[in-house]
């Protein structure tokens, strides 16, 4: 990005709020209309201060990441101003903070924001985390990337105006109290709720539906326009209906909005595919040219595990999660609750509701436990999740989506056989949300006893041998209470990944991609007549290299046999085109299946209850 200077006049110009009379709330505004060397000018208006010295930050770390990001990296031009205009004495303690001086005097600081998306090649942001400027067609305001607080003012209410080209329409799911088609106002009652309320501007494209009394939002930005909200609806509000019923009872937000941001791949745009959960919402980023059908079963997957977030996280955390610190965090013991009873949900759900048979299900959690079998299997994993921003922990964060995911269905399948079927994880999940709630955070140390005492012994038994000791999950027993044993199953593979896992092709020093020399073609390959070193240069018209090799390996998990497929290769030197049609190569895999039918009605009670 070009180099940009911010002067005095231009960091007085954001309206006439700058210097207005103290109010009790912040006032935050910022300037989507006039973006400037892609950036974006943020101006604070503070409450009064009763001490001589203050510090704004910007957040270190948010929810739902578990990584140390630095968004403070992305601001400059940090300027504090007394009433009448003078500039106050700012130190910068460390990236994400500035010190000011003279804080009684304080009337605003200003400061210009940088985005993420276009730099993610060299700065690791989680996309669907990140932000994105791009004047007059779109800006991804994960709030915390343009908004700070106050030191000991994050419990003060936040009104923040946004001014936005009159294009350009903010998807959300806060309430936007000024009538203006090119202002918005929000007000939020502490920094916390502010930060959990992203918004996307972008040309309107959106679908409303109603879920019981939960009001759906669909809104979806494609760079070329071949993606609608209409086209991703129909399967969005199957699934969220499906959901909700799967829920019952519980249900803590009365507006849910999914912000879908599809990329073009190009190194300049985001290429960190996946979701980040909000309390009434979720961010999205996938690549627009995936095919249709797998971009929907993706957003499926993805969507429906952060929509899950609403009972853990947000109806059953810990002190922790409540009084979340962005900068100084301290992290909570039950990662296996928040992230793997969510995506354990978001694949229960899928067979109880019949959108997913039985044995896919299985498929999909052996493939989880062979996952997971990568990491150590005798980590402490509430230690693991207290400590998950420190090494080696932290290079086992996928885990709490895997192990995590299995520590949920093993409690699911005890509790099933202890309650001879009556109860399971979902009625555990209700119980505790009666118990807390989203205003009341539980004791770290007290979770497990508190779940004891709702469900039966050999729960807590499991909880203090599996997870919070270094015992080895006997997976296989756990099926077996169900009548599930272990078989081999057939499936189609990825045409570049052995196992799923172990890559068919390398990159050269042209960043080109490049069938190893080594590996023995596989039937995709041999199919097309693919040889060692061939040199992939595109398929179906679409150029690949190391930039969007990931699209490549999305794009193939929606290929099926017989699809028609142009593969052009350079090989000896010389391009050409390879034309015919998929053969996917098949895998053989552990997994499990049913075989005792005397166990069918617990199996039932499981899956179907």
């Known amino acids: 990005m070009k180099k940009f200077i911010c002067t005095l006049a231009i960091a007085l110009s954001l309206g006439s709020m700058a210097f207005a009379q103290k109010s009790k709330d912040i006032q935050v505004a910022i300037d989507l209309k006039n973006v400037k060397d892609d950036k974006v000018m943020v101006s604070i208006t503070p409450p009064a201060f009763d001490t001589e010295t203050t510090t704004f930050f910007i957040p270190k770390i948010v929810p739902g990441t578990y990584s140390e990001d630095n ?361 505790l949300s009666k118990e807390y709630g989203s205003n009341k955070p539980f004791n770290d140390e007290d979770l497990f006893a508190t779940i004891t005492r709702l469900t039966y012994p050999e729960v807590g038994e499991f909880l203090k041998k599996y997870v919070a000791g270094t015992t080895p999950i006997p997976y296989d027993q756990y099926f077996t209470k169900m009548g599930v044993t272990k078989t081999t199953i057939k499936t189609p593979g990825n045409p570049f990944l052995k196992d799923g896992q172990i890559p068919m092709v390398t990159i050269n020093p042209a960043k080109e991609i490049v069938i190893l020399p080594t590996v023995t073609p596989n039937a995709f390959m041999t199919n097309l007549g693919l040889r060692n070193s061939d040199v992939i240069l595109g398929v179906n018209g679409k150029a690949y290299n190391l930039d969007n090799i990931y699209d490549l390996l999305g794009a193939s998990e929606g290929w099926k046999e017989g699809d028609a497929i142009t593969v052009k290769i350079r090989r000896d030197s010389k391009e050409q085109d390879i034309k015919g049609t998929v053969k996917l190569p098949v895998e053989e895999t552990e997994g499990f299946h049913a075989t005792e039918s005397a166990k069918n009605k617990l199996k039932e009670a499981w899956l179907k209850g």
């Open 71 to 431: 968004y403070g990296k992305y601001v400059e031009g940090f300027k504090a101003f007394d009433k009448k205009g003078k500039e106050l004495t700012v130190t910068k303690p460390d990236e994400n903070s500035w010190k000011i001086e003279g804080a009684k005097k304080l009337a605003k600081v200003t400061y210009l924001v940088n985005d993420t998306y276009d730099i993610e090649n060299t700065h690791d942001i989680f996309s669907p985390a990140g932000t994105n400027i791009l004047a007059d067609k779109n800006f991804v305001l994960n709030i915390h990337g343009f908004i700070g607080y106050f030191e000991n003012k994050g419990e003060t209410p936040y009104t923040v105006t946004i001014s936005h080209p009159s294009n350009l329409w903010g998807a959300t799911s806060l309430i936007d109290t000024d009538a203006s088609n090119e202002v918005d106002v929000f007000t939020s009652p502490r920094y916390p709720d502010l930060v959990d309320h992203p918004i996307m501007y972008t040309k309107p494209d959106y679908t409303t539906f109603k879920v019981d009394d939960m009001d759906i939002l669909i809104a979806v930005y494609s760079p070329t326009g071949k993606i609608t909200a209409k086209m991703l609806t129909p399967e969005m509000e199957t699934m969220m209906r499906a959901q909700k019923k799967f829920l019952g009872p519980i249900n803590s937000t009365k507006k849910y909005s999914v912000l879908i941001y599809l990329t073009d791949g190009t190194p300049d745009d985001a290429h960190g595919y996946g979701a980040l959960e909000h309390t009434t919402s979720t961010t999205v980023v996938m690549p627009e040219d995936y095919p249709l059908d797998q971009l929907k079963s993706t957003l499926k997957d993805v969507v429906s595990h952060e929509f899950f977030h609403i009972v853990t996280p947000l109806s059953v955390h810990s002190k922790e999660i409540h009084y979340f610190n962005y900068n100084t965090p301290k992290m909570s013991e039950h990662l296996w609750m928040y992230e793997g009873v969510t995506e354990y949900f978001a694949n229960l759900f899928q067979v109880n509701q019949g959108l997913i048979t039985e044995d896919e299900f299985y498929q999909r959690m052996s493939e989880k436990i062979a996952q997971s079998k990568g990491f150590d299997d005798t980590m402490n994993f509430t230690n693991m999740s207290k400590n998950i921003l420190l090494k080696p922990y932290k290079d086992a964060y996928y885990n709490v989506y895997l192990k995590g995911a299995l520590i949920a269905m093993c409690i699911d399948i005890q509790m099933r056989e202890s309650s001879n079927g009556q109860k399971g994880i979902l009625t555990l999940m209700r119980d």
